[in-house]
């Protein structure tokens, strides 16, 4: 079947909830994947930094065939071999003293909103059916109906109300703004350290330090979700070590499978998760065998193959690289580790004319929100690839 072909098979009767470039990926091998037509690409934007440890990564194509092959789920209704082992290695790996395993990231913030709720309820004392969560504009935390109720971006939230109560909406980057906002009802803080799909919006120094300290003195609990910038996208492994802080709760996804199968986790300390008592909350397939197996791998390649320092490396030197290309279109170059964007001036007319022009020259990107490219390649992108990139994109931006 040729492109076209594809194109008519997912338009006549799939649902038209997202808009790809109309690219037909069929195989992929680290950073660079294959179309349906054998044309290849570097992959720069690995699945929304699910595929950090880069496409079909041998070791956990390895674990996953094998675990296939002998247990694939059991529901929490029986214990399996896998669970133990992985929340260990992951309570270890982010010095969390508990897990709770789900498997979207959407299921991870629903699962931490309710655990908080309880928490503040049980422990901290706020009336039933009181607690306020507070969250910042431009947030994305997924499409839950309760997650989009809290969502400030339109076309996520309108038509699909009524909503969650709960939920109240703060500037992103302003300390000042969420002490205003705490009440004696305030029971959380979620936020994302670098919000990724508003366009990696990088907030100033300081300002979780301060947003830390003010959760500490009202007895908030401090909520990140790292589905994206966790797990080694910005050179940390947790992107809050920027900041040198800790989050009470954390949010990991995404690339906690290598992108093989979806796998998440809420990461907390004791007090917060122990609220949650037998037959209050599970998924039948949160903690299956095979999932856990996979994370397993999946977490060790990206400690043993030194993919976070990488990370750093290759970074600091794709972000030095595009600094350096003289267009007229780029307003302005940031990130921090491989999460990268470039936005451009708004008078260009959109940032998806050049993502084609970009797959033209084998370099696949996505435009987020209309005048930001995103640059976010698998972990494992070596320096040689970097300077390909950079002259695919500056020939782009400067013709
Ligand atoms: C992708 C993402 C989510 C949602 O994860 P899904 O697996 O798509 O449900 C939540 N938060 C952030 C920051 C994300 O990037």
Redesign the pocket.
């Known amino acids: 079947m040729n492109t076209q072909e594809y194109l008519d098979l997912e338009n006549e009767y799939g649902a038209h909830n997202y808009k790809p470039l109309d690219v037909v990926l069929t195989k992929g091998k680290g950073i660079w994947v294959w179309d349906a037509d054998g044309k290849k690409y570097m992959d720069c934007l690995a699945a ?1 930094s699910a595929v950090n440890q880069g496409h079909c990564h041998p070791e956990i194509i390895k674990t996953m065939m094998a675990q296939a092959q002998k247990l694939t789920l059991t529901s929490r209704a029986f214990r399996n071999d896998q669970l133990g082992h992985f929340y260990k290695e992951l309570c270890e790996l982010t010095r969390s003293h508990k897990v709770l395993p789900m498997n ?4 991870a ?1 629903e699962t931490v909103i309710k655990a908080v709720r309880k928490w503040s309820y049980k422990i901290k004392g706020i009336p039933e059916d009181k607690a306020e969560i507070i969250v910042c504009a431009n947030n ?4 839950t109906i309760t997650i989009v109720g809290f969502s400030t971006d339109p076309t996520a939230r309108s038509g699909f109300g009524p909503f969650t109560p709960g939920f109240k909406i703060i500037p992103f980057g302003d300390a000042d703004a969420l002490e205003a906002a705490i009440t004696p009802n305030t029971a959380g803080f979620l936020v ?1 350290p670098i919000q ?2 508003a366009g990696v919006i990088i907030p100033q120094a300081g300002y979780f330090k301060a947003v830390r300290e003010i959760c500490d003195r009202h007895n908030v609990v401090l909520i990140l ?1 790292e ?2 910038t966790g797990l080694g996208r910005t050179g940390r492994l947790l992107a809050e070590e920027h900041e040198g802080i800790e989050a009470d709760l954390t ?1 990991v ?2 690339a906690l499978s290598g992108g093989f199968y ?1 796998v ?1 986790a809420v990461l907390s300390n004791k007090e917060v998760m122990d609220v949650l008592q037998p037959g209050e909350h599970g998924s039948t397939f949160g903690g299956n065998p095979l999932g856990c197996a996979i994370a397993r791998t999946a977490i060790r390649v990206l400690k043993e193959e030194k993919m976070i320092e990488n990370a750093s490396e290759m970074g600091d030197y794709f972000l030095a690289g595009l600094k350096k290309i003289q267009s007229l279109h780029i307003k302005e170059v940031r990130g921090r580790g491989l999460m990268i964007a470039m936005e451009l001036f708004p008078e260009v007319g959109g940032a998806r004319q050049f993502c084609y022009k970009l797959a033209d020259k084998g370099l696949l990107c996505k435009e987020t929100h209309e005048h930001t490219i995103r640059f976010a390649p698998p972990l494992v992108i070596k320096e040689e690839e970097v300077d390909w990139a950079l002259e695919q994109i500056g020939a782009v931006m400067t013709a």
Request: hydrophobic residues 25%; charged residues 30%.
């Open positions: 929304y979207s990231g959407a299921e913030v994305f935390h997924g499409r994302e990724g799909e979700d589905i994206q949010l996804g995404k979806p998440s």
